[in-house]
Protein backbone atom coordinates (compact mmCIF):
# COMPACT_ATOMS: atom_id res chain seq x y z
CA UNK A 1 0.00 0.00 0.00
CA UNK A 2 1.80 3.39 -1.11
CA UNK A 3 0.11 6.25 0.81
CA UNK A 4 2.76 8.62 -0.18
CA UNK A 5 3.79 9.11 3.46
CA UNK A 6 5.88 12.10 4.13
CA UNK A 7 9.35 11.14 5.71
CA UNK A 8 8.78 12.88 9.07
CA UNK A 9 6.38 11.00 11.50
CA UNK A 10 2.77 12.59 12.16
CA UNK A 11 3.27 10.28 15.26
CA UNK A 12 3.57 11.62 19.34
CA UNK A 13 4.91 8.07 20.22
CA UNK A 14 8.44 7.32 18.84
CA UNK A 15 8.86 3.02 18.36
CA UNK A 16 12.20 3.71 20.39
CA UNK A 17 10.21 5.33 22.88
CA UNK A 18 7.97 2.30 24.07
CA UNK A 19 8.83 -1.42 25.49
CA UNK A 20 6.04 -3.81 23.79
CA UNK A 21 5.66 -6.47 25.43
CA UNK A 22 3.86 -9.94 24.52
CA UNK A 23 1.68 -12.50 26.66
CA UNK A 24 -1.03 -15.41 26.30
CA UNK A 25 -4.06 -14.15 28.23
CA UNK A 26 -5.94 -17.16 27.65
CA UNK A 27 -7.31 -19.90 24.68
CA UNK A 28 -4.66 -18.57 21.66
CA UNK A 29 -5.67 -14.66 22.46
CA UNK A 30 -2.19 -12.95 22.99
CA UNK A 31 -2.14 -9.35 24.75
CA UNK A 32 0.48 -6.98 22.55
CA UNK A 33 0.92 -3.96 25.41
CA UNK A 34 3.04 -0.91 25.73
CA UNK A 35 3.02 1.61 28.41
CA UNK A 36 2.50 5.39 27.33
CA UNK A 37 4.38 7.45 29.76
CA UNK A 38 2.42 10.70 28.62
CA UNK A 39 -0.97 9.56 29.17
CA UNK A 40 -0.34 7.09 32.16
CA UNK A 41 -1.83 4.14 30.54
CA UNK A 42 -1.25 1.02 28.32
CA UNK A 43 -2.35 0.52 24.86
CA UNK A 44 -3.17 -2.87 23.79
CA UNK A 45 -3.58 -4.93 21.07
CA UNK A 46 -5.25 -8.39 20.87
CA UNK A 47 -3.82 -10.89 18.74
CA UNK A 48 -6.74 -13.78 18.05
CA UNK A 49 -5.36 -17.08 16.71
CA UNK A 50 -7.39 -19.15 14.60
CA UNK A 51 -7.89 -20.29 10.81
CA UNK A 52 -7.73 -16.83 9.52
CA UNK A 53 -6.19 -14.43 12.89
CA UNK A 54 -7.71 -11.78 13.90
CA UNK A 55 -5.70 -8.53 15.47
CA UNK A 56 -7.84 -5.93 17.44
CA UNK A 57 -6.33 -1.97 17.24
CA UNK A 58 -2.95 -1.84 15.56
CA UNK A 59 -1.84 1.07 17.77
CA UNK A 60 -0.65 4.16 16.42
CA UNK A 61 1.85 4.60 13.59
CA UNK A 62 4.67 5.07 15.85
CA UNK A 63 4.40 2.24 17.82
CA UNK A 64 3.08 0.01 14.96
CA UNK A 65 6.35 -2.04 13.76
CA UNK A 66 7.43 -2.98 17.88
CA UNK A 67 3.40 -4.46 17.91
CA UNK A 68 3.66 -6.50 14.58
CA UNK A 69 7.28 -7.69 15.69
CA UNK A 70 5.00 -9.34 17.93
CA UNK A 71 2.69 -10.60 16.03
CA UNK A 72 5.46 -12.32 13.81
CA UNK A 73 6.73 -14.26 17.10
CA UNK A 74 3.14 -16.32 17.15
CA UNK A 75 2.10 -16.19 13.16
CA UNK A 76 3.73 -15.50 9.78
CA UNK A 77 2.79 -11.81 8.71
CA UNK A 78 1.08 -12.62 5.78
CA UNK A 79 -0.92 -15.43 7.71
CA UNK A 80 -3.46 -12.09 9.59
CA UNK A 81 -6.69 -11.83 7.98
CA UNK A 82 -8.53 -9.88 10.07
CA UNK A 83 -7.33 -6.30 11.59
CA UNK A 84 -10.24 -4.67 13.29
CA UNK A 85 -10.98 -1.30 14.84
CA UNK A 86 -13.25 -0.47 17.19
CA UNK A 87 -14.22 3.41 16.53
CA UNK A 88 -11.95 5.91 14.71
CA UNK A 89 -9.17 7.36 16.13
CA UNK A 90 -4.74 6.47 15.83
CA UNK A 91 -4.36 4.14 18.32
CA UNK A 92 -7.52 1.68 17.32
CA UNK A 93 -5.94 1.56 13.67
CA UNK A 94 -3.20 4.33 12.94
CA UNK A 95 -0.98 1.61 12.23
CA UNK A 96 -2.47 -0.29 9.45
CA UNK A 97 -0.79 2.05 6.69
CA UNK A 98 2.46 -0.10 7.40
CA UNK A 99 0.35 -3.28 7.56
CA UNK A 100 2.66 -5.62 4.95
CA UNK A 101 0.06 -8.65 4.88
CA UNK A 102 -1.35 -8.07 1.78
CA UNK A 103 -4.58 -9.85 2.47
CA UNK A 104 -5.67 -8.73 5.48
CA UNK A 105 -9.03 -7.05 5.82
CA UNK A 106 -9.89 -4.37 7.53
CA UNK A 107 -12.75 -4.46 9.69
CA UNK A 108 -15.06 -1.66 11.38
CA UNK A 109 -18.95 -1.32 12.01
CA UNK A 110 -21.43 0.02 9.57
CA UNK A 111 -21.06 3.49 10.86
CA UNK A 112 -16.91 3.89 10.87
CA UNK A 113 -17.47 2.92 6.80
CA UNK A 114 -20.03 5.25 6.12
CA UNK A 115 -18.94 8.06 8.50
CA UNK A 116 -15.43 7.96 9.00
CA UNK A 117 -14.37 5.36 5.87
CA UNK A 118 -15.87 6.51 3.04
CA UNK A 119 -15.14 10.67 1.38
CA UNK A 120 -11.85 11.04 1.94
CA UNK A 121 -8.50 11.51 0.31
CA UNK A 122 -5.56 9.37 0.65
CA UNK A 123 -7.05 7.65 3.30
CA UNK A 124 -7.63 3.48 2.78
CA UNK A 125 -11.21 2.49 1.87
CA UNK A 126 -11.17 -0.63 1.54
CA UNK A 127 -12.92 -2.42 4.42
CA UNK A 128 -15.55 -4.55 5.63
CA UNK A 129 -17.81 -3.59 7.63
CA UNK A 130 -20.61 -5.23 10.19
CA UNK A 131 -23.87 -3.90 12.02
CA UNK A 132 -25.12 -4.86 15.34
CA UNK A 133 -25.37 -8.53 15.69
CA UNK A 134 -23.65 -9.37 13.05
CA UNK A 135 -21.22 -12.56 12.92
CA UNK A 136 -17.46 -13.19 11.15
CA UNK A 137 -16.96 -16.86 11.78
CA UNK A 138 -12.57 -17.37 11.27
CA UNK A 139 -12.56 -21.26 11.16
CA UNK A 140 -13.00 -22.57 15.02
CA UNK A 141 -13.90 -18.74 16.12
CA UNK A 142 -17.18 -16.62 15.92
CA UNK A 143 -17.06 -13.31 16.42
CA UNK A 144 -20.34 -11.04 17.33
CA UNK A 145 -20.12 -7.65 16.85
CA UNK A 146 -21.95 -5.23 18.92
CA UNK A 147 -22.68 -1.55 18.35
CA UNK A 148 -22.19 0.26 21.23
CA UNK A 149 -22.92 4.26 19.35
CA UNK A 150 -21.78 7.26 21.89
CA UNK A 151 -19.64 4.74 24.41
CA UNK A 152 -17.72 6.79 23.45
CA UNK A 153 -17.93 7.79 19.52
CA UNK A 154 -20.54 7.86 17.21
CA UNK A 155 -19.32 5.16 15.19
CA UNK A 156 -18.06 2.50 18.58
CA UNK A 157 -18.45 -0.89 18.46
CA UNK A 158 -17.45 -3.67 20.19
CA UNK A 159 -16.18 -7.74 19.42
CA UNK A 160 -18.02 -10.59 21.39
CA UNK A 161 -15.85 -14.03 20.68
CA UNK A 162 -18.65 -16.18 21.24
CA UNK A 163 -16.98 -20.09 21.76
CA UNK A 164 -14.46 -18.74 24.44
CA UNK A 165 -16.80 -15.76 25.95
CA UNK A 166 -13.82 -12.88 25.48
CA UNK A 167 -15.27 -9.32 25.05
CA UNK A 168 -13.37 -6.24 23.91
CA UNK A 169 -15.05 -3.29 24.77
CA UNK A 170 -12.39 -0.88 23.64
CA UNK A 171 -12.35 2.11 25.88
CA UNK A 172 -15.11 0.80 28.60
CA UNK A 173 -13.86 -0.78 31.71
CA UNK A 174 -9.95 0.90 31.36
CA UNK A 175 -7.74 1.39 34.15
CA UNK A 176 -4.19 3.59 34.68
CA UNK A 177 -0.99 2.25 35.15
CA UNK A 178 1.15 -0.37 33.95
CA UNK A 179 0.06 -3.74 35.99
CA UNK A 180 0.19 -7.65 35.05
CA UNK A 181 -1.71 -8.47 32.08
CA UNK A 182 -4.50 -10.04 34.22
CA UNK A 183 -5.14 -7.98 37.54
CA UNK A 184 -7.81 -9.08 40.27
CA UNK A 185 -7.77 -6.38 41.96
CA UNK A 186 -10.42 -3.64 41.91
CA UNK A 187 -9.28 -0.57 39.71
CA UNK A 188 -12.72 0.77 39.16
CA UNK A 189 -11.97 3.81 41.09
CA UNK A 190 -8.99 4.65 39.02
CA UNK A 191 -11.19 3.86 36.32
CA UNK A 192 -13.82 6.28 37.28
CA UNK A 193 -11.24 8.51 37.78
CA UNK A 194 -9.46 8.29 34.46
CA UNK A 195 -12.83 9.23 32.60
CA UNK A 196 -13.48 11.89 34.41
CA UNK A 197 -10.43 13.47 33.89
CA UNK A 198 -10.20 12.51 30.05
CA UNK A 199 -13.77 13.21 29.38
CA UNK A 200 -14.51 10.71 26.75
CA UNK A 201 -18.14 10.58 27.76
CA UNK A 202 -20.67 13.18 26.71
CA UNK A 203 -22.98 11.24 28.58
CA UNK A 204 -22.85 8.51 31.60
CA UNK A 205 -27.02 6.66 30.05
CA UNK A 206 -25.21 5.19 26.45
CA UNK A 207 -22.52 3.82 28.35
CA UNK A 208 -24.91 2.52 31.08
CA UNK A 209 -27.56 1.11 28.60
CA UNK A 210 -24.65 -0.72 26.87
CA UNK A 211 -23.21 -1.94 30.04
CA UNK A 212 -26.48 -3.30 31.18
CA UNK A 213 -25.95 -5.69 27.55
CA UNK A 214 -22.31 -6.74 28.49
CA UNK A 215 -23.81 -7.99 31.77
CA UNK A 216 -26.02 -10.10 30.28
CA UNK A 217 -23.48 -11.55 27.95
CA UNK A 218 -21.54 -12.84 31.05
CA UNK A 219 -17.79 -12.91 29.36
CA UNK A 220 -15.11 -14.97 30.93
CA UNK A 221 -12.48 -12.27 30.54
CA UNK A 222 -12.76 -8.84 29.50
CA UNK A 223 -10.01 -7.50 27.26
CA UNK A 224 -9.94 -3.77 28.03
CA UNK A 225 -7.63 -1.74 25.16
CA UNK A 226 -5.75 0.44 28.46
CA UNK A 227 -4.75 -1.31 31.32
CA UNK A 228 -5.36 -5.01 32.11
CA UNK A 229 -8.04 -8.06 31.58
CA UNK A 230 -10.47 -8.47 33.49
CA UNK A 231 -11.56 -11.90 34.80
CA UNK A 232 -15.11 -12.87 35.18
CA UNK A 233 -14.88 -12.49 38.76
CA UNK A 234 -13.98 -8.95 38.92
CA UNK A 235 -16.05 -7.65 36.23
CA UNK A 236 -19.29 -7.20 38.36
CA UNK A 237 -17.10 -4.28 40.37
CA UNK A 238 -16.57 -2.15 36.87
CA UNK A 239 -19.64 -2.96 36.15
CA UNK A 240 -21.45 -1.49 39.46
CA UNK A 241 -18.64 1.50 39.49
CA UNK A 242 -20.19 2.66 35.57
CA UNK A 243 -23.57 2.01 37.09
CA UNK A 244 -23.10 4.07 40.13
CA UNK A 245 -21.09 6.82 39.56
CA UNK A 246 -20.88 10.00 37.60
CA UNK A 247 -18.12 10.16 35.07
CA UNK A 248 -19.65 12.16 31.71
CA UNK A 249 -17.79 15.15 30.60
CA UNK A 250 -17.43 18.31 32.69
CA UNK A 251 -15.09 20.74 31.05
CA UNK A 252 -11.62 18.09 31.49
CA UNK A 253 -10.10 16.77 28.68
CA UNK A 254 -7.04 14.66 28.67
CA UNK A 255 -6.49 16.29 32.21
CA UNK A 256 -6.73 20.21 31.41
CA UNK A 257 -10.13 22.08 32.17
CA UNK A 258 -11.75 24.11 29.29
CA UNK A 259 -11.90 27.25 30.97
CA UNK A 260 -13.93 29.05 28.79
CA UNK A 261 -16.54 27.14 29.59
CA UNK A 262 -18.74 28.31 32.03
FE1 LIG B 1 -10.92 5.89 21.97
FE1 LIG C 1 -8.20 3.75 23.18
Not at 172 to 195: A, C, H, R, T
Amino acid sequence: MDLNMPEISRTQFSPEDIDVEISEIKDGIYRISGMVDMYGITFNQFLIDDERPMLIHTGPIGMYKKIEAKVKEIIPLQKLAYVSFLHFESDEWGGMAFLDSADAKLVCSDLSSKLNLTGWYNVPADHISFWDNEVLKTGKRQFRFIMTPHVHHWDSMMIYEETTKSLFPSDLFIQPGNNKPVISEDLSESMIGLYRGAGIFANEEPVRRTTRRLIDLSPNMIYPMHGSCIENSTFSKYTDAIMKNDFAYTDMLLGRKLESIS
